[in-house]
């Protein structure tokens, strides 16, 4: 039986293998392993993006955390870093995000913090399952009845005590500045408008205005070209793109130029070096990270240490260390300064952070580091092992071989979709193409 819980959270297209009853009994199942560390009512706060099964799947989660005696605190559309921040700070045995992140709106997800806003450990998820496992064999955990059973707090108000602590992450205020900003139709659509107006910024959004199926829909950090566009036509000094939850941010650059999560450790390194504010000149970043990302660090001095991908590996680099900085290419960045988890709200404010600091434009910040050619295919599997067949392997090797010391090829198992990914990086994009292409073939042919 494959695990439940993925590399973030348990995810599924929403009421076919992500139902209500399964988020009911997740709700349940998280709420009574809470609830045994605590002599008190376990607390859990809810938060969620914009999908239109959101409403559903929080229903069933309140069902099952009132069902083991538990209070749940709900918090309406939010961002998934909000949830993590909010959880601790209202001292709550655990937050409960219902997103799926950059997914379409038909797929969805449950994650879960500790009440110290940190993503919980692979050791927890694996209890959570094990007592899910035995509410469908055998339920007989207690349950509260009369005066025992707890209230539902709603209070969406919770947005603005966010708010308010991403605008104390900055202390640069963004008077004459002319942003686009792209929501994805997501968590984001009402914070990061608001927080942008109050520090002075000249703002033109799109992506924020969500109907429940036009999340990450030719929108956001996953489909940038758009804000490419709406940065050059408005002559902006800089673009914003979050995904879905808005743990993630993407940057375009004033010439329509990506600042993709590389180019943003990058920016964001070169600042904290020159206040003396980066533990040992290191930033911690996942395999998957550009070759001209090493080489842009090590220009500045820097140093540089690989994850494998994922950001909870990140970050348990981060904690182990004592680093400040680090994330993903994807544009998933933690600030340990900051946060317990990735936020895609307070990445954006240390872009523009930096750009006032350094009284630079986007594109000369871009500039501080070049990016290697890059190719990504992925390929849909039944088996997500199919790349670990000994033909496919050969083939591999094959196509480091040709590429020798000047690119590299990395092929892995999506953490959360059906999906071998399949990447070669080099000086030739033509070269990885082919190589990529021949690699994406035989993996094809192996499973049939």
Do not use: W
Request: charged fraction near 25%; proline fraction near 3%.
């Amino acid at each position: 039986m494959s695990r439940l819980f993925g590399t973030d959270g348990v995810r599924g297209r929403a009421n076919a293998e992500l139902t209500p009853e399964l988020a009911y009994k997740l709700g349940r199942a998280a709420t009574i392993y809470f609830g045994k560390e605590s002599k008190n009512t376990p607390t859990v706060l809810i938060g969620r993006d914009t999908r239109v099964s959101g409403e559903m799947l929080e229903s069933a989660l309140i069902a099952g955390i009132c069902s083991a005696g538990g209070r749940a605190i709900v918090a309406g559309i939010i961002p998934t870093p909000a949830v993590a921040y909010l959880a601790k700070k209202l001292e709550t045995k655990a937050g409960i995000v219902i997103s799926a992140s950059h997914n379409p709106f038909y797929d969805n997800g449950i994650k879960f913090f500790g009440g110290d806003g940190y993503k919980l450990p692979d050791a927890v998820e694996d209890e959570i399952e094990a007592i899910v496992q035995k509410i469908e064999k055998n339920d007989d955990f207690p349950r509260p009845t009369d005066n025992k059973l707890c209230h539902v707090e709603y209070r969406h108000n919770l947005v603005e005590d966010y708010v308010k602590f991403v605008l104390n992450t900055t202390n640069q205020r963004l008077d004459g500045m002319k942003i686009v900003l792209d929501c994805a139709n997501g968590a984001a659509y009402e914070a990061m408008p608001e927080i942008l107006q109050k520090l002075g910024a000249e703002v033109i959004t799109f992506g924020t205005m969500p109907n429940g199926v036009n999340i990450n829909d030719n929108c956001g950090s996953t489909h940038i070209e758009n804000l490419q566009r709406e940065v050059i036509k408005n002559h902006a000094d800089i673009g914003i793109a979050h995904d879905g939850d808005a743990d993630r941010c993407l940057c375009v650059d004033e010439e329509g130029r990506i600042i993709d999560g590389d180019h943003i450790l990058v920016i964001c390194a070169t600042d904290m070096i020159k206040a003396d504010n980066l533990p040992n000149n290191t930033v911690v970043t996942t395999v998957m990270a550009n070759i001209g990302f090493r080489q842009a660090i090590q220009n500045l001095g820097g140093k540089f240490e690989i994850t494998k991908v994922g950001d909870r590996y990140v970050l348990e680099n981060m904690l182990k260390n004592g680093y400040k900085l680090g994330g993903e290419q994807s544009g998933h960045i933690i600030f340990t300064d900051f946060s317990t988890t990735g936020d895609g709200l307070i990445t954006a404010l240390q872009v523009l952070t930096a750009m006032r600091r350094s009284n630079k434009k986007a594109s000369e910040l871009n500039a501080l580091m070049t990016t290697y050619p890059q190719v990504l295919l992925n390929v849909k599997v039944r088996n997500k092992s199919a790349y670990e067949n000994e033909v496919v392997q050969k083939v591999i090797k094959a196509a480091e071989d040709e590429l020798g010391d000047s690119g590299r090829i990395l092929v892995r198992a999506s953490g959360t979709e059906p999906l071998i990914r399949v990447m070669a990086e080099g000086p030739n994009q033509e070269q990885l193409e082919t190589l990529c292409r021949r690699i994406v073939n035989i993996i094809d042919i192996v499973q049939g």
